[in-house]
């Protein structure tokens, strides 16, 4: 049987599961060339910043929302048998305030804030919450089984796992995406697919070029202090790129605080008084995390600021030949690439063995 070369652009959590699930299959020698690789912590990568948990605002009845459903199960099956993989079961609570309706916020979390979403049914345990138990200012709130990944270990536990199905990994800059198919990236020489999994950047990548893909700037607080649960409100009384979730991740990974939303920002810094405000609503909406003690009982241990790639349609699943070779994309997740990563991941390797066989077929 022929060996078929591919080279994956990127290590996020896109190119890492897009490698991982290619590399179970038989006659693929796959490399993985990334700027940027588990481990390093830098404004062009968002995978590490990211929470990460599984909250679908994919809409019911489109591809998203198919991906998003993809993805439950191999998480799940993580949280459940793989705890080496850093992923963990939590309550996670959706809290609704109806003055938060029609606004930016809101819109975007429509399927989410639903008392009857789609993922209702794919999801553990989901529930509408007593209007008595509810909080000052909450008007509903539903509660289901979630994941929270810490990516500190999950990034490299799929590296690991790629490792182990003999994926190569190897440090690199593209100007242009055909790059990666000349002479020297491959070890058997000739490329016969890449795939595009560079995220944010993929607006950068020569041949690529997708203006579409814009940052939606994320900054958040790490702090020790334990929430027990996951949360999520509607929106904050801090304007419309603000917002307010909490959530803890598995194995020592600390309570992320977040957040924001700022599309079109590109600055790396954190801005200390959006830090403040993240604090004080964390608390707000959390008071177990310091004991009713207000911020100054928060006990952190950074700041950090990430871009999420987003991209006007959704992420962007395609082949298309670039200066003559096959490129497939995966890029463009937007605030959900872990909570799309195997639907995503798997629809980009079903594209790459049908661009693998055109390429045999032309031999
Ligand atoms: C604050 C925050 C919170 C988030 N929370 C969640 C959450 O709870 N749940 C969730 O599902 N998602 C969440 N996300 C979104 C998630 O982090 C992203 O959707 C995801 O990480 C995107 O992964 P990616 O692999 O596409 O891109 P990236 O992680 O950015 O990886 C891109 C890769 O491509 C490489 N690359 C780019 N250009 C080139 C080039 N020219 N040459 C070589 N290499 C190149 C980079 O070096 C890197 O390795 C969050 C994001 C942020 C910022």
């Not at 607006?203 to 702090?223: C, F, M, N, Y």
């Not at 830090?275 to 008071?287: C, D, L, S, Y």
Request: net charge neutral; proline share 5%; hydrophobic share 40%.
């Amino acid at each position: 049987m022929f060996e078929k070369n591919v080279v994956v652009i990127g290590a996020g959590v896109a190119g890492l599961t897009t490698a991982l699930l290619l590399s179970r299959k038989p006659g693929y020698k796959i490399v993985v060339a990334a700027k940027h690789m588990p481990g390093d912590y830098d404004i062009e990568y968002a995978s590490p910043w990211a929470g990460a948990n599984y909250m679908p605002v994919s809409i019911r009845n489109t591809e998203a929302a198919e991906w998003d459903k993809n993805t439950w199960g191999p998480l799940e099956d993580l949280a459940k048998n793989y705890p080496e993989a850093g992923v963990h079961f939590q309550d996670c609570e959706i809290h609704s305030r109806a003055k938060d309706v029609g606004s930016a916020t809101a819109k975007w979390f429509a399927e989410l804030l639903s008392p009857s979403p789609w993922f209702a049914k794919v999801v553990p345990n989901f529930r509408t919450l007593p209007k008595e138990s509810l909080g000052p200012g909450i008007d509903s709130a539903t509660v289901f089984t979630s994941v929270c990944i810490n990516t500190a270990i999950y990034l490299p536990w799929l590296v690991s796992q790629c490792l182990k199905n003999g994926v190569t990994f190897k440090r690199a800059v593209f100007p242009h995406v055909s790059a990666a198919a000349a002479s020297g990236v491959h070890p058997n020489g000739n490329v016969d697919v890449v795939v595009n999994c560079t995220g944010l950047m993929a607006s950068k990548l020569g041949g690529v070029e997708d203006k579409t893909v814009v940052p939606a700037r994320g900054q958040i607080v790490i702090v020790r202090n334990d929430a027990g649960k996951m949360l999520d409100v509607s929106g904050t009384d801090d304007g419309d790129g603000e917002a307010c979730y909490v959530m803890t991740r598995a194995a020592g990974g600390g309570t992320i605080l977040g957040g924001c939303y700022q599309l079109g920002s590109w600055e790396s810094q954190p801005d200390p008084n959006l830090a403040v405000r993240i604090m004080k609503r964390a608390v707000e909406m959390v008071p177990a995390l310091t004991n009713g003690k207000g911020i100054e009982h928060l006990d952190i241990i950074r700041h950090g600021v990430g871009l999420r790639p987003v991209r006007e349609g959704g992420v962007r699943i395609a082949k298309e030949r670039i200066e003559g070779t096959w490129v497939v994309h995966n890029y463009g997740a937007g605030g959900a690439g872990y909570q799309c990563s195997y639907g995503c991941a798997q629809a980009t390797v079903d594209l790459i063995e049908e661009a693998c066989r055109d390429v045999r077929a032309r031999l």
